[in-house]
RNA sequence: GUGGGCGUAGCCUAGCGGUUAAGGCGCCAGGUUGUGGCCCUGGAGAUCGAGGGUUCGAAUCCCUCCGUCCACCCCA
């Protein structure tokens, strides 16, 4: 029954789905780079790779993350597969890692368990520049350890990561949010103080004062601010472990040299957060500024039905790295240039240049066969464009003597050589 | 989910109620016999985002939808 029916809706021609986008050659070199920098700061951290599906059964996300949060509410995506399971896509990267690291024993190995991931995630909100159905997450998570040694180290990872980037001006903001020692008496203390105050807020804020209090501090209505300001301070009210955990965190950032700022307004998305939580934004202020967040989540194996494990770790937007570098210009090196183009004309001329192409690969360089039936002056065009660095031709009087005219495009000179001597004379140095 | 801007060939843009929708880039082909980057000539390529309406007549006006961008919300 499939395309039996003509939806309306359906377009005569296809589009990317909203909010998910194509990486075309053209983009490939700043991924290529984004990528390989963070497999390299990872590997030199001790950090080792995982991949987990794309989907989980629903519950590893919808459990964890929270039943008030906007991901639960409203971003997953959900689906049933043929057989009824009920499955979603993964809207962020830890809990399906967390499942992992449950299901495969890695409790029992040395604590912690250093782990790093890039994966796309999928979230159903309304695209904007920076903000996608489908994005590209870089995370690591460090399993298995409470210390603030850790946190520092995990935020060392990003700051390190960002710098290797060649991306400037990059800050970090730090915040502590509790543990469930102290964060829901102060939560109570805060609603109890807004409470009187309702009339006087913005209609935002009432939905926070009944979904995720926390976030009260964090509005940005002018009206809101005098009575933020008045608000009770989360810092005010930690217990002895969370302030002794900030404290010890903050010591060890100033002996690493990263600078942040504290920030008592920033909380997280997600409930599973215990108190280090931070967030890194490029100077430059726009909309989509979080260029990656991450925090401690001590409950969230707990929530998996595990037993109490900590651990902490952060995610970052691939798309806004790369939205940034471009904006910056940076240097993300450019593709290995073609080393021959193999133009050929005339019948039998095609046998030879596909060998030749062949042999010249095999010697390890990157060779092209130039299109079957086209002038050799197109076909040169064709090599031009695709900035090669030399030229074979191969036509009636070459095949007769088993040779090749070899072009250089740099310098315009040209040779006839035996066919079988073009790779090395091809080889870097050699010419 | 809320508010706003925009949608003309692969890309950028002109046209903003009236005969076959214009230009640039790119693509293809030619500029003498088998040779590139510059230049010249020609060609292909657009149901003017989609559907509906107003009108003698719509790319141009109106409505709906879709897409995209911006702000909010949220977040990476």
């Not at 002038?375 to 065009?381: D, E, F, P, V």
Request: charged share 30%; glycine share 10%; proline share 6%.
């Amino acid at each position: 029954m499939l395309g039996a029916m003509a939806d309306p809706k359906e377009p005569r021609r296809y589009g990317a789905p909203r909010g998910a986008h194509d990486v075309l050659p053209g983009d490939w070199p700043y991924w290529r780079f984004v990528r390989d920098t963070a497999e390299r700061v990872c590997e030199r951290f001790g950090y080792s790779r995982v991949d987990t599906p794309i989907f989980e059964t629903a519950g590893v996300y919808l459990r964890t993350a929270g039943e008030g949060t906007d991901i639960v509410e409203k971003e997953v995506y959900l689906f049933e597969d043929r057989g009824g399971e009920r499955l979603a896509l993964r809207p962020e990267g830890t809990a399906g890692v967390m499942r992992a690291y449950l299901e495969h024993g890695m409790s029992s190995q040395p604590q912690p368990i250093r782990l790093y991931y890039i994966a796309p995630n999928f979230r159903y909100d309304r695209p904007q520049a920076g903000r996608y159905r489908q994005h590209t997450q870089f995370g690591i998570e460090a399993v298995g350890d409470g210390d603030a040694v850790v946190d520092a180290e995990v935020i060392d990872v990003l700051r390190t990561f960002y710098r290797e980037l060649g991306l400037r001006d990059v800050t970090l903001k730090l915040n502590t949010i509790g543990d469930p020692v102290c964060r829901p008496a102060y939560i109570e203390r805060l609603r109890a103080y807004y409470e009187p105050l309702l009339d006087r807020v913005c209609a935002d804020d009432r939905m926070r004062f009944e979904k995720n209090p926390l976030r009260l501090l964090d509005c940005k209505e002018e009206r809101c601010q005098e009575i933020i300001g008045g608000a009770p301070r989360l810092s005010d009210h930690l217990c002895g472990p969370c302030r002794e955990h900030f404290d010890a965190l903050r010591g060890y950032l100033d002996a690493l040299d990263i600078g942040y700022t504290i920030d008592e307004r920033l909380v997280r998305g997600l409930d599973y957060y215990t108190r280090t939580v931070f967030e890194f934004e490029p100077l430059e202020e726009g909309s989509q500024s979080s260029l990656g967040a991450g925090g401690r989540y001590d409950g969230l194996v707990e929530l998996l039905g595990g037993p109490p494990t900590p651990g902490v770790g952060f995610g970052t937007g691939l798309e806004r790295l790369i939205l940034n570098l471009r904006r910056e210009e940076a240097d993300v090196g450019a593709p290995a240039p073609l080393a021959l183009y193999v133009a050929h004309v005339g019948p039998g001329a095609a046998k030879a240049a596909l060998r030749l192409a062949d042999a010249v690969r095999s010697a390890g360089l990157s060779a092209v066969v130039g299109s079957a039936g086209r002038s050799l002056k197109a076909q040169m065009r064709q090599a031009d464009a695709r900035a090669a660095r030399f030229v074979a031709i191969i036509g009636e009087s070459e095949l007769a003597a088993g040779q090749v005219t070899l072009r250089d495009l740099r310098d315009r000179s040209e040779r006839k050589i035996a066919a079988a001597d073009v790779a090395s004379v091809l080889r870097p140095g050699s010419t």
